[in-house]
């Protein structure tokens, strides 16, 4: 089969379109040419020659003789707007904003039949990790029963540092921002939106199902209190945010984001720094595990190399799973250990969303509480109490499956410091 040559149409030159610039360069079995370059900024200083730069996106969107978008810009609202125009002129896309994508998933999907144009994304979830591809291409809906896992890098960049630095949130945040892994507006990795919009993409080509991100509960890492770090600290875990999806037994699906404790011998207490990590839960071949780097500029830049290298093949999603089966609804009735901190005294108005309270500690200014807790009860006490702290155990989907261990356990109180 012979290789489509592209011309490429690139819109951002920051972290990521530079990191695509220098890969693309140093890739030359790939027939592709960067024609035009669009940023926003005239003013500032560029590392290539001023020519290659445009600030009007319609010297790309209305040349003709480019067949490639690629859009790496930190405008969602802009970049839909251009990667719509440019589907409607014929273009192919290659996008890393998983904000973008997230946000408008219907109507890009929509575009992509109606103007019969691709739209790749590898790099938009987990950056380096090809897990878009694998989701679509290999597992069956039948075969995936869930997955889980660390996708934004930026986030556990600043965990690993805290824990393994000692490192203060705010250093961390920082040296994060120097090395390009954060957002231009850090809340939405700290929230946990970031891992929101991942999710979403995942769940799409995982499950076929699609959803809107305010449907998506996400916790992120901007509550975690000293009282968690020292309880990590001294029972041997780590604190890292995940982003969980499982199919129960009535064919629904359920998915957060969540900080979580994992412990060593656990799959991802070893994903630190700027890595990702996924694990996949499989009928017959059990659980597999995919890690990489996800963020950066040639990680990222590596992902965009490879959907790039997928168009001269032609290549695009079909959403198999869109179309294999009826959607699988979303299902909130699932029970979660959980371990939850706050700054008051008490833990007695918080214990009674508990279904089970397995310990709990009380201290002068502070206090937390172990136990299971329905999902809804959880948002419920999220409601009363926006600012406590909340971090993951493991989701309980059947109490009459937790273990016995737990289910006979008197829950014991420390006493007040
Ligand atoms: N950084 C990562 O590790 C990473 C990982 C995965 C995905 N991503 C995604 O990749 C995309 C780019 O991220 P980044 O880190 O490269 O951002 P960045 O370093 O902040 O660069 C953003 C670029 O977009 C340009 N830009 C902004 N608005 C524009 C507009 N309306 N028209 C044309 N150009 C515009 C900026 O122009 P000026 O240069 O003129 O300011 C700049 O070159 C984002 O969607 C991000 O979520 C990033």
Do not use: W
């Amino acid at each position: 089969m012979s290789r489509k040559n592209l011309t490429i149409g690139l819109f951002g030159f920051g972290c990521v379109g530079y990191g695509l610039y220098e890969v693309l360069h140093k890739t030359p079995g790939l027939q592709t040419t960067i024609k035009k370059i669009c940023v926003k900024n005239p003013e500032k200083q560029r590392p290539i020659s001023a020519g290659n730069f445009t600030f009007d996106k319609n010297a790309i969107l209305s040349d003709p003789e480019i067949n490639v978008v690629v859009e790496l810009i930190d405008d969602a609202d802009a970049a839909f707007e251009i990667v719509s125009e440019a589907m409607k002129k014929g273009k192919a896309i290659v996008s890393a904003n998983k904000k973008m994508i997230a946000e408008h998933f219907q109507e890009l999907l929509e575009l992509q039949q109606e103007f019969g144009v691709p739209l790749l994304y590898e790099a938009a979830c987990c950056a380096s990790i090809p897990i878009i591809r694998n989701l679509e291409e290999y597992y069956d809906t039948d075969l995936l029963q869930s997955f889980e896992g660390i996708v934004n890098g930026s986030t556990n960049y600043i965990l690993s540092k805290t824990f393994a630095e000692g490192l203060s949130y705010r250093s961390a945040l920082e040296q994060a921002q120097e090395n390009g892994y954060v957002e231009t507006d850090p809340t939405l990795d700290i929230q946990g939106t970031d891992a929101k919009y991942k999710l979403l993409l995942l769940l799409v080509h995982a499950f076929g199902q699609i959803v809107k991100p305010e449907q998506i509960f996400n916790f992120g890492i901007d509550r975690i209190s000293d009282l968690d770090l020292k309880f990590a600290k001294e029972n041997g875990y780590k604190i890292k945010m995940v982003a969980q999806a499982f199919k129960n037994e009535d064919q629904t699906v359920s998915c957060f984001v969540l900080p979580k404790f994992v412990k060593p011998g656990d799959k991802l207490f070893g994903v630190d720094d700027v890595f990702n990590g996924l694990i996949t839960q499989n009928n017959f071949s059990d659980t597999q595990f995919f890690v990489g780097k996800g963020a950066g500029a040639f990680p990222t830049a590596s992902a965009v190399l490879s959907d790039l290298s997928a168009l001269t093949y032609d290549y695009k999603y079909e959403y198999k799973k869109l179309n294999q089966n009826k959607r699988l609804p979303l299902n909130n009735e699932f029970k979660m250990e959980v371990f939850i901190s706050s700054k008051e005294a008490s833990t007695t108005i918080i214990s009674t969303f508990f279904e089970r309270v397995l310990g709990a500690y009380r201290g002068e200014e502070e206090s937390y509480i172990r136990g299971v807790i329905k999902f809804q009860q959880l948002q419920k006490l999220l409601h009363h109490r926006p600012c406590v702290s909340i971090i993951l155990f493991e989701v309980v989907p059947e109490l009459e499956s937790f273990s016995k261990q737990h289910r006979n356990a008197q829950p014991y109180f420390l006493p007040v410091s």
